[in-house]
């Protein structure tokens, strides 16, 4: 036995001698091994310490910024494009997530936020009959943009007459553009229906008889003693020249008698 033990390496006598050791040993070696090998792989999948400034590619045209994106080696997605922006044209970036010039690994996802290309269109409610304001707040609310109103002579006063799409009359129910110019038109209540039933009561028309009557009496009244005075003028006239002819007559009465 003695011989055996000395043909053995040294590693072999250790090994025979303490087995758990050199176990244990070689098991953290295989786990030393194996996290090295984990972390290797994680610098490649994770593209660890190679991080890339993010290009900015906000009011850029879609195709654009896509083109930027790849030269850089990113990838990119679209997390909203149907929002229409007036102030942006069609297409164009508004936003972007991670902002621009921030660091991050290339395996990071460039969250893109388009305009939409189109603006939404939107059926145009029956407003007609409606007060003016409440027609305004309700396509506001809808979403249009452009929302004016204006008044015209009219018997309803506040209450929508017509409503105009960009100059023309569009019947309710009709696709209408968020973005066209809406007028609501209104009526101003300066037209009076003239029915006297509906505009004067009759305790009040009684009041307007009474007083013409009133005022018409007194004029007549006024007008017979005016005439009555003309008259009696007139009498006193006639009076006083049958007066002096009747003395012409006298004075003559005696010269006819002395001719005789």
């Known amino acids: 036995m003695s011989k055996n033990n000395n043909n053995k390496s040294g590693f072999d006598r250790f090994r025979d001698r303490h087995p ?5 040993t070689l098991m953290v070696l295989a786990l030393v091994a194996l996290g090295y090998i984990a972390l290797l792989f994680i610098d490649v999948f994770t593209s660890h310490g190679q991080q890339v400034q993010v290009p900015d590619v906000r009011n850029l045209p879609l195709e654009k910024a896509i083109e930027i994106l790849d030269d850089a080696g990113l ?14 044209k069609p297409g164009t970036v508004i ?3 991670p902002k621009a010039k921030s660091y991050i690994k290339k395996i990071r996802i460039i969250y893109l936020n388009v305009n939409a290309m189109h603006a ?22 809808m979403g249009f ?11 309803m006063d506040g209450l929508i007459l017509q409503v105009t799409v960009d100059g023309h ?12 110019q809406i007028k609501i038109t209104v009526g101003d209540g300066s037209i009076v229906d003239l029915n006297p039933e509906q505009i004067i ?3 009040l028309m009684d009041s307007i008889d009474e007083e013409n009557y009133q005022e018409a009496q007194k004029n007549y009244e006024e007008e017979m003693k005016a005439a009555q005075a003309r008259a009696e003028q007139e009498r006193k006239q006639q ?4 007066k002096k002819d009747k003395d012409k007559e006298k004075k003559k009465e005696p010269e006819k008698a002395k001719k005789n």
């Open 95 to 97: 936003d972007q997530d």
């Open 145 to 155: 943009k452009h929302v004016t109103m204006d008044s015209v002579p009219s018997e």
């Open 239 to 242: 009076a006083a020249e049958e």
């Open 120 to 141: 939404p269109i939107i059926a145009l409610p029956k407003l007609v009959d409606l007060p003016g304001r409440q027609g305004m707040a309700t396509l506001r609310a």
């Open 201 to 203: 009561d009759p305790a």
């Open 169 to 180: 009359h569009v019947e309710p129910g009709k696709p209408v553009s968020v973005n066209s």
């Open 20 to 24: 758990i050791l050199l176990n244990s």
């Open 75 to 88: 990838r990119w997605e679209i997390s909203d494009s149907t929002t229409f922006y007036e102030n942006y």
